[in-house]
């Protein structure tokens, strides 16, 4: 198996949950599906969900909630 890093596709603010105070979208270790949400990106007031292009397991966030990010940086890691 190899360990894929997504990156965030365009610039805005990083969530991990879908609202505050709520667990984040996946644990290290969590089965990941195609199509199922890691975290979300808000680019002026729209949240546009991050997800998942290939199966496998959830290693870890690489960044924390509420972080600027700019397109290319790290959001995360899945062993597929």
Same mark, same amino acid.
């Given at each position: 198996?190899?360990?894929?890093?997504?990156?965030?596709?365009?610039?805005?603010?990083?969530?991990?949950?879908?609202?505050?105070?709520?667990?984040?979208?996946?644990?290290?270790?969590?089965?990941? $599906?195609?199509?199922?949400?890691?975290? %979300?990106? /808000?680019?002026?007031?729209?949240?546009? &969900?991050? !997800?998942?292009?290939? $199966?496998?397991?959830?290693?870890?966030? %690489?960044? /924390?909630?509420?972080?600027?990010?700019? &397109?290319? !940086?790290?959001?995360?890691?899945?062993?597929?």
């Amino acid at each position: 198996m190899a360990i894929k890093r997504i990156d965030s596709p365009l610039p805005g603010v990083l969530y991990l949950s879908p609202a505050p105070g709520a667990p984040a979208f996946k644990a290290p270790g969590d089965n990941v $599906a195609v199509g199922d949400t890691l975290a %979300l990106i /808000e680019v002026m007031k729209s949240y546009i &969900p991050i !997800e998942a292009e290939e $199966a496998g397991i959830f290693k870890g966030y %690489l960044t /924390e909630s509420d972080t600027v990010l700019e &397109p290319g !940086e790290p959001l995360c890691e899945l062993e597929t």
